[in-house]
């Protein structure tokens, strides 16, 4: 693991999985030397994402709900096969909301790039609306998608806008469907996100949609956060990994909704 962000990375979910980590378990685990694992973790205090203890670190509360940069390369080929399960729901012609987050930045590639909606030139073939300035900034150059940014206050670590000014535009709008990252999500709680602005935002993206779409890997499953996006009464389709057990799947399906594992 010779990338620096890749080691900081691993290195922040350990933390976020163990509230703290030593120096020397952590170089065991990660493959490198022990003086590594130290340069890692002075650069993340530098940063101010953990707190540096002899001998290891303890996570920072901003830590729990790491910046999106960080999470990108966690669980990134089942993203990817999620993402193009997703995308290939939406219809051409539809309007379709996404929020921030990995896995909707994977659905949002899918979408830009599917051979049968680009290939029509600069006709528009779907129309996305978006609270995700990652997203916004990479589907501005493609001319086949209409695209739609809500207003709001921008959220450094989701790169989302959150905040009334947000939410006042999507009161005025229909969605056909709506694919919504989780941070967790379980039957008896529902969708649910580490922040509560996210969470409202993406409650409201979800209320002007026929149809809801969840997209969330398997280490997301019967799990629960801090902030309840909505209940799982409101969702029509989970599409998430095939490392999720029949176990865990079958709790949504009997809830009614429909689960594709890809």
Not at 54 to 68: C, E, K, M, R, S
Not at 96 to 104: E, F, M, Q
Not at 218 to 233: G, Y
Request: hydrophobic share 45%; glycine share 6%; charged share 25%.
């Amino acid at each position: 693991m010779a990338a620096p962000q890749a080691r900081w990375s691993a290195l922040l979910e350990m933390l976020t999985r163990d509230g703290r980590i030593e120096v020397e378990p952590a170089a065991e685990e990660l493959g490198v030397s022990a003086a590594t694992i130290r340069r890692d973790l002075d650069e993340l205090a530098r940063q101010q994402m953990v707190t540096r203890t002899h001998g290891g670190a303890v996570i920072n509360a901003i830590a729990y709900d790491l910046p999106l940069r960080y999470k990108a390369a966690r669980k990134a080929p089942e993203k990817e096969r999620i993402a193009h399960a997703a995308a290939g729901l939406v219809k051409a012609g539809a309007v379709v909301g996404l929020n921030g987050g990995t896995t909707t930045t994977e659905v949002a590639r899918a979408l830009a790039t599917r051979a049968d909606l680009s290939s029509g030139g600069a006709e528009t073939a779907v129309t996305v609306v978006t609270n995700a300035l990652n997203i916004a900034n990479e589907l501005v150059v493609r001319r086949h998608v209409k695209l739609v940014v809500t207003g709001g206050v921008a959220r450094p670590a989701s790169y989302e806008l959150i905040g009334p000014l947000a939410t006042e535009l999507l009161a005025e709008i229909a969605l056909d469907q709506v694919f919504i990252g989780v941070d967790a999500i379980d039957v008896a709680h529902g969708a649910t996100a580490h922040h509560e602005g996210e969470a409202s935002i993406n409650r409201a993206l979800a209320r002007r949609a026929q149809q809801v779409v969840a997209v969330a890997d398997s280490s997301k499953l019967d799990r629960r956060a801090f902030a309840r996006i909505c209940p799982v009464e409101d969702i029509d389709v989970l599409v998430t990994d095939k490392a999720a057990s029949d176990e865990l799947t079958e709790s949504f399906t009997a809830a009614g909704v429909e689960v594709i594992r890809a």
